[in-house]
């Protein structure tokens, strides 16, 4: 499994992209090409007035090659919740699914 360190990275890499605040192929090596498709689709979903901050994920690991987490995004003026999925792909993990609401 991902170190939580790591998972919180890509978790604010992602927060910081659906603001508007980061370029979308920074994580584009750790996506899935659906997930980096819907990721290019959902451009800019995160209305803050200052850089968007993460909190520590929440992991499962449904089986040993997948784990699931989610985590507080907060920002101005109202806070919201990023969910992702990423599975074993050999030796890397990689992000398949994410939603945000």
Not at 26 to 50: E, F, H
Not at 59 to 86: F, G, H, I, K, W
Not at 95 to 101: Q, W
Request: net charge positive; with cysteine.
């Amino acid at each position: 499994m991902p170190d939580e360190r790591r998972l919180r990275s890509l978790a604010q890499a992602l927060a910081e992209i659906l603001a508007g605040r980061r370029p979308p192929q920074t994580v584009q090596n750790r996506l899935s090409a659906p997930a980096y498709a819907s990721l290019l689709r959902a451009g800019k979903m995160i209305d803050s007035t200052r850089p968007p901050w993460v909190g520590v994920p929440h992991v499962q690991q449904p089986n040993e090659d997948t784990v699931e987490m989610c985590a507080l995004v907060r920002c101005t003026p109202r806070s919201r919740v990023l969910a992702a999925r990423l599975e074993r792909r050999g030796v890397q993990w990689v992000l398949t699914e994410f939603e945000t609401a």
